[in-house]
């Protein structure tokens, strides 16, 4: 594989090579959901500096990993360290030790440990022997060791968090997530793969920035043909996929489906007393847990409703691929190739991807803000939600930006095949909704009606002097 070619990853390619130049030992753990680009980012950036490198044997035994262990021992030292059978993980490190002290290099040494839960097989002592490895070795060596899974809620709890020997010895941490849409398109055009940016939409409205899932498009098929192929087929990659992907992450991977699915059902977002209600997950610190996990995994994500305490946040699902599994494949993936052509023909589709596209403007905030021009002006965001009651009028944005130079970007966020028009009574109903949050909430903030969609608004006398700010999804796909 070419590992040369890497798109994005410019924080953590930054993170990685820092720790190759420092002046002492470093491990560094990489998290991420499987098939994100963990393992290509690692080679991309070390490439052939590893001196060591093993992934652990799904479903192996304690005795078959420690002989992959000494395999790759041998084969890294190019025949010349003698083959042994170590009894345990203590005397298999102490081997890896004695091998990288035999290498000639002026550089660090690098040690990449893959899959990392899948090395350490219960009650096998391997965490036991890495610990070793790194107090009573490595930490006195010019070294980095990579350590690297899938399984989030096993490496979070038994090496991020670790109570024995490896309390506080993770020097830097990446967690590894999706591309963005610039990314998504930088990963197309590098495959020959020439999509409009329309195109490129449906495509991550579905599927999201995975890069494993992205590779599986194919030139000369159209957005709705390429979600057809990849996701109903019977031979589609994501076909089976979602189950699998919260397995490989998370133990008791069933609970984290539960409160998934309650999110997926309401689109507006829930409040943790909520998804205890309806994902019937106990209130505890084991939805904490799972809370936590899914946030860093990317799956979900919080946000502060204008005005309320941090005890009223909202989650809200926003994994392009859980989202449309649960809504179009769970119950159509058998129907075969050209379901999807008919489906996305349906009025559920408007609503699917005015909420895919408005997830997808809240992941992309960065490009928001730098597309208004006040990439450099401290700005929270948040929503506002007010229910009607006893004859008044109640009222929902969906994007708030509350800037500190005195200015509330009042955001709304549209998803139309065309330019989009505003008419008489849009405009009276923007009015009303920023009368009510006004009203509401007591702000005296200059507020600005700002329009997000996807091919920017027609100019006519109601959208004059109403909406401030226009933006397109061309705006989001800016680095």
Partial sequence: MNYNLLIGRVEEKKILENALHSPQAEMISVIGRRRIGKTYLVKSVYNRKIDFEITGIQYATRREQLRNFMLQIVKHSGGSFPLTEPTDWLEAFYLLSRFLESRDKDDKLVVFLDELPWLATH??????GLSWFWNSWAVNQSVVVVICGSAASWMIKNVVHNKGGLHNRITRRIYLKPFNLAETEHFLKSRKLNFDRYQILHLYMAIGGVPHYLDQIEAGKSA???IDAICFSENGLLRDEFPKLYASLFENSAAHIKVIRALAGKKMGLTRSEIVQFSRVPDGGGLTTIVWE???SGFISASQPFGKKKK???YRLTDEFSLFYLQYMENNRFEGVGIWQ????TQSY?????YAFENICLKHLPQIKKA??????FATASSFFKRGADGEEGTQIDLLIDRNDHVINVCEIKFYGAELSVDKATAMAYRNKMAIFRESTHTRKQLFLTMITTF???ENQYASGLVDASLTMDDLFVE
């Fill in 372 to 377: 208004l021009g006040i990439a450099g002006v």
């Fill in 224 to 226: 709705v043909q390429n």
């Fill in 312 to 314: 009223e946040a909202l």
């Fill in 342 to 345: 008919q489906l996305s023909k």
């Fill in 123 to 128: 009650k096998s002592g391997f965490l036991k």
């Fill in 294 to 296: 899914l946030l860093h």
């Fill in 456 to 458: 920017g608004l027609k």
């Fill in 350 to 354: 408007i609503s699917w991807a005015g």
